[in-house]
């Protein structure tokens, strides 16, 4: 019981909660928002007198209801929409700003089983065969017969 009481009281446990209610809450707001305002503008523009969610069809005797799909299609669009550019893009900015990439260092290719392996390696990570060691001169790589005791 201990560690269910932990496990529930961790702190990513009630964030995720918290994000779910608050998700439940803004897609409800969305769809009274596509019922209130969009669906009746998309009826006029289709000739459904102003609801379009009454929008239907009939084969056989089935009713197919088509435009209860198209506003769930409007409200997923507009809630997919909302979180890309009010959550999703400016924490990508913010990461972007606060935790830029590191420059990769220079890599060389192992003789034996051409795999990439950092310049500075002195063992291959893939097949264990031993590098030999790389000389930087002046920001470049020095000629590995050059005489370097002058």
């Given amino acids: 019981m201990k560690g269910f009481r932990a496990f529930l009281l961790r702190g990513n ?4 909660a918290v994000g779910i209610v608050i998700g439940a809450a803004f897609t409800a707001l ?8 969009l669906t009746p503008v998309v009826g006029l ?9 009454a929008r239907s069809f009939k084969a056989s005797g089935v009713t197919f209801p088509y435009g209860v799909f198209i506003d769930a299609v409007i409200s997923f669009v507009i809630v997919a929409a909302v979180i890309y550019f009010l959550v999703v893009l400016p924490m ?8 830029p990439k590191a420059t990769s ?14 310049a500075a ?12 060691p790389t000389v930087v001169v ?4 020095a000629d590995h017969g050059a005489n370097l005791s002058k």
Avoid at 92 to 99: C, D, L, V
């Fill in 13 to 16: 446990v009630v964030d995720l």
């Fill in 138 to 141: 002046q920001g470049g790589p």
């Fill in 105 to 118: 260092a220079p890599v060389r290719e192992c003789p034996e089983c051409l795999t990439a392996v950092p």
């Fill in 45 to 53: 523009a289709s000739g459904a007198t102003g609801d379009f969610s």
């Fill in 121 to 132: 390696a002195r063992r291959c990570s893939a097949c264990t065969s031993q590098l030999a």
């Fill in 92 to 99: 990508n900015k913010m990461q972007e700003r606060f935790f």
């Fill in 30 to 37: 969305v769809t009274g928002f596509v019922k209130a305002f």
